[in-house]
């Protein structure tokens, strides 16, 4: 699974049904991460940032990817834009433009690109 430890400590972790934000250790159960709300089961926004940009993110499964998905490759920490995903013998393999092909288990998360947030700004908060 996809450790959090690639994003810096200013990233924030929301539910926007329940219109809060979750501490991580919230939703860490047993060192497996499940990118559910612990409260309405929706899905968990993840907002991080890296030196060039601010991200709004989801983590999906391997297996959800689909064409056009920007998505991170850790460690390289940019965002990549998929060309082609086919499932060959079990794997995953994604064709990243420009990139070439990544093999991930279908059980393995990335980070998909929702969009981009202004820096100052809280996106994570209501108003």
């Known amino acids: 699974m996809l450790s959090l430890s690639h994003w810096n400590d200013q990233t924030h972790y929301c539910c926007h049904e329940c ?3 979750i501490p991580k250790e919230d939703f860490e159960v047993n060192n ?20 060039e940009r601010n991200y709004s993110i989801i983590r999906k499964y ?40 990544v093999k991930l288990a279908k059980d393995a998360f990335v980070d998909s690109v929702m969009g981009r947030w202004p820096t100052g700004t809280t996106p994570w908060t209501r108003p």
């Open 19 to 21: 219109g809060v934000e």
């Open 62 to 101: 391997a297996s959800e990817i689909k064409i056009n998905d920007l998505i991170f490759i850790v460690p390289r920490m940019k965002s990549h834009e998929v060309f082609d995903v086919k499932e060959i013998k079990g794997m995953i393999h994604v064709a990243l433009k420009e990139q070439g092909v």
């Open 32 to 51: 497996m991460i499940i990118w559910r709300c612990p409260t309405c089961n929706g899905p968990i926004d993840v907002y991080a940032s890296t030196e």
